[in-house]
């Protein structure tokens, strides 16, 4: 059984289009978490969430939001997409209490803005 | 500066040899060190962690802190084909996670 899924592993759309990217974990855990890796390697945190708090990295626009319907589960939504956001989109999970440390993260969402 | 800093690479080595990985980090309140693997095409899995300085070893794998200097090693022995994917170093402080660029290995049969 997959632990952390993700829907749709591809994604290809245009500019100005608003689009949503689905998380889901079996594992229990209590935080959740969404990464964007860019061309480069480089994975760049872009929220933290669990049952009490919502942590946002403030470079990320507002365009993108956090959307989660249970524990088990943290959807990325994104509005007006840009050519810029362009990238693989990681969605994580970890157990409260370990600081973070044991992340377990999805198989990863490609997203091509043309 | 970034967080953490971690040579690209690509590093290419003959199956059996000793892999060396390093990474250094500029904030000295950082106290958990990561090592992820990524494959290509997939998502990081973590390979082990060390709490502030010190070593840590999980079979082939050695990780090491010099909190001293700032610098995060990953050791692999006798290295296998298996072995060849993009590592990623990483640190935690609070809420906020920072991850290297990642240093790509190839492992030669």
């Known amino acids: 059984d997959t632990a952390v899924s993700q829907t749709p592993k591809y994604l290809v759309t245009q500019m100005g289009n608003d689009k949503s990217i689905k998380c889901e974990q079996n594992?229990?855990?209590?935080?959740m978490y969404w990464y964007k890796q860019d061309s480069k390697k480089f994975l760049k945190i872009m929220f933290s969430?669990?049952?009490?708090?919502?942590?946002i990295n403030e470079t990320v626009p507002n365009r993108f939001s956090p959307k989660s319907p249970d524990k088990a589960h943290l959807n990325l939504h994104i509005n007006s997409l840009e050519l810029g956001d362009s990238a693989v989109y990681f969605c994580?999970?970890?157990?409260?209490?370990?600081?973070?440390?044991?992340?377990?993260f999805g198989p990863g969402t490609r997203l091509t803005v043309t | 500066q970034k967080e953490v800093e971690q040579d690209p690479g690509p590093l290419s080595v003959p199956e059996g040899a000793i892999v060396s990985l390093n990474c250094t980090y500029s904030?000295?309140?950082?106290?958990?060190f990561m090592w992820y693997r990524q494959y290509s095409r997939k998502g990081p899995e973590l390979l082990m962690y060390?709490?502030?300085?010190g070593n840590k070893e999980d079979g082939r794998f050695t990780a090491q802190v010099d909190k001293s200097s700032k610098y995060i090693s990953l050791f692999i022995r006798d290295s296998q084909p298996s072995d060849s994917a993009t590592y990623l170093c990483?640190?935690?402080?609070?809420?906020?996670?920072?991850f290297g660029t990642g240093t790509s290995l190839t492992v030669i049969p």
């Open positions: 594992l229990g855990h209590d935080t």
């Open positions: 969430y669990n049952n009490k708090e919502l942590i």
């Open positions: 060390t709490y502030s300085s």
């Open positions: 990483a640190t935690t402080r609070g809420n906020q996670f920072y």
């Open positions: 994580a999970s970890s157990q409260e209490g370990t600081g973070g440390v044991e992340q377990y």
């Open positions: 904030n000295s309140a950082f106290q958990y």
